[in-house]
Every structure is written in C-alpha cells, then in structure tokens.
C-alpha cells in the first residue's frame, strides 16, 4: 500500500514536468507504449499468460478505462489545476469505487471501512481547502474528477480479472487495449519527442515505468487481498505522498493546515483497515483464490476461502 501510493504520487510532479514539452494525447501514447514495451518480453517467455477469449470485453473495459480515459482526463485536468489539487480531487475515486463495488460486485465495506472512508474524505477536503494545492479552473477541475471516477471504474472491472490473471497479466493487456486508441496520435507524438529536453522525456519515461508498470503490480496485489472499496482506500494516502514529493523535488512547502488534513487522511486509511472479531471468519481475501499464479501476483501464498 505504502509503494502504491509513493509510485502513484510521484505522478503528480512528473505530469506538471512532462507538461512543459508533451501534449496530454502525446504523455498517454508515450506512457502506455513504454510499459507495453518494457513487459513484451515476459509475454515471449511465458510469464504473461494468454488472455481468454471471455475476458477480453472486460480487459478492454479495464484498459480503456484506467489507461486511456483515467490518464487522458487527468493530464487535460492537470494543464489548468495545480499538482497537489489535482491529487486531491482523485483522492474522491474511493467514493466512486465504494458505490461501484456495492452496486456491481455486491461488497459490503462494513461500518469501518465506510468510517475510514468518511474521515479520509475529510481529510482529503481539508488538504484541499488549505490552498497548500493551489487552484484551478472549474473545468480542469471538473475532468480531474471525471479522471477519478474512471479510475474506479477501471478497479471495479479489473477485480473479478484478478481471480485468472496475476497483476503482470492486467498491466501488458490494459496497457496494450489503452493505447489503441491513442495510436491516431502516435505521430505526433514521435516529432515531440524530438522537440521535447530530457528533463520532460524522463519524466514520461517514469510514468510508463515507476507509475504504471511498478505501481500497478503493487496495486494488484493490494486489490487482491481485500475488497475494491476498501483496498481503494489506498488512493487516499496519494495525495499526501504528492504534496511530501513536491516539497522533496520541486520545493514547494504544503500549508500547516495541508499537513493536518494529509494526517486526517492517514488516520482514515487506518481506520478502513481495523478488522472488527466476529463469529464467523474474516478474511482480508476479497475474493476466491485465483486459478493461476503469474508473475508479479500473490497467488503464490496460501489464502483461506473467501467468506461474505
């Protein structure tokens, strides 16, 4: 949980970076086709296995999702709302996939994790109000939060997937499913890459890397060993890790009142995951043990049935 949200966070500068030289259309092409290549060669050797024909109208649904719509949304929202605002406003995805894995998936977060789920809210809001994010248009900010809620989305059909397939095997197919579309704009993207300094072509190289690739095999895993609105819980913690990269990279400072709400949200995420004793068995297990252990995936260790 810990590596997810330092990966995703580190987004937020490495977006207001590339920014400087790549279109949003270009920074997805670059982005998604980086992580393509980068697990192309566990797709020769066997490591990613071969998707189902059943499943592809769901991977799809996942990669068109959470890699075309999440990343162009976002890096659009980006050009008119500052980095740590932006955070935030994705910080609401938890709220989006609590209602979607209610309405979808059935899961039931319990008193907990819909009290962890308020309080980080609360923190998020705080985070937001204290002006440590900075502002925005109403329209960028508007798109950031579309981007939020085609993240969720994108968790929600990506769960019953991690049942046959290890968190690898979602990465090459919604990778590869988001960048489809975007190939109309894969020229142009070619010539910026030629115009654009180093500075703002690591930073892309970075999201396809540390952001997608790494990131989304330590998400996998968390989104494997709970259910979707709790695991999501993670994404609160995000923000803080953008607003702490910021100040670390970049130099900008959050406001005291920042640095509140970013412990508020902490305490929320900790809240989400208290474990209430019952008389029947819990488990963390979101769902039934998969049927295959790929690379990157958690099926390895032993996992007790899932009970609802």
Do not use: N
């Amino acid at each position: 949980m810990a590596a997810t949200a330092i990966l995703w966070g580190s987004a937020f500068p490495a977006i207001r970076v590339a920014l400087d030289g790549y279109e949003p259309t270009a920074m997805a092409v670059l982005r998604l086709a980086v992580a393509v290549v980068l697990l192309l060669p566990f797709l020769f050797t066997g490591r990613i296995s071969r998707l189902r024909r059943g499943d592809v109208l769901r991977m799809a649904g996942f990669g068109l999702t959470g890699m075309t719509a999440y990343q162009l949304l976002l890096y659009a929202g980006e050009r008119h709302v500052e980095g740590g605002t932006a955070a935030m406003l994705v910080a609401t995805s938890p709220v989006f996939a609590t209602v979607l894995g209610m309405l979808v998936l059935r899961e039931r977060p319990g008193a907990w994790g819909v009290g962890g789920l308020l309080v980080a809210l609360t923190g998020a809001l705080v985070v937001a109000m204290s002006g440590g994010g900075g502002g925005g248009s109403r329209s960028g900010m508007a798109m950031v939060v579309l981007a939020a809620a085609a993240q969720a989305t994108s968790f929600i059909l990506q769960k019953p997937l991690l049942r046959r397939y290890s968190g690898m095997d979602c990465i090459f197919y919604g990778s590869l499913f988001g960048l489809v579309p975007l190939l109309f704009f894969a020229p142009k993207a070619a010539s910026q890459v030629a115009a654009a300094g180093w500075q703002q072509s690591t930073a892309v190289a970075w999201l396809g890397l540390g952001c997608t690739v790494l990131a989304f095999c330590t998400w996998s895993r968390v989104l494997e060993a709970a259910t979707a609105s709790t695991s999501s819980l993670v994404l609160y913690a995000v923000p803080v890790a953008a607003l702490a990269l910021d100040a670390a990279l970049m130099g900008v400072l959050p406001s005291p009142l920042a640095a509140v709400g970013g412990l508020i949200v902490l305490a929320g995420v900790g809240v989400a995951a208290i474990r209430r004793p019952s008389g029947r068995s819990r488990v963390v297990a979101g769902s039934a043990p998969r049927e295959k252990a790929g690379a990157g995936g958690a099926a390895d260790a032993p996992k007790a049935p899932a009970t609802r």
